[in-house]
């Protein structure tokens, strides 16, 4: 997906997203038939995707403590 398009989406959509992404990342980072390159190349996108699932994490609990208000 493109970052352009993300914010129109729910941010428990955008978790979801970012969690796959992240878990496919690990297992590349983690294959060793894959170069190094690609290897790391991974790790760094893995560890993106966590950063984005923490604050897709955060920007659902803000918009479910708003609805309860």
Request: no cysteine.
């Amino acid at each position: 997906m493109r970052a352009s398009s993300m914010p129109l989406l729910p941010p428990r959509v955008l978790r979801a997203v970012s969690t796959g992404s992240k878990e496919a990342n690990k297992e590349v980072a983690k294959d060793g038939n894959a170069d190094v390159t690609t290897r790391l190349s991974a790790a760094k996108d893995a560890v993106g995707d966590k950063v984005d699932e923490q604050k897709h994490n955060t920007s659902a609990d803000v918009h479910k403590e708003a609805a309860k208000h």
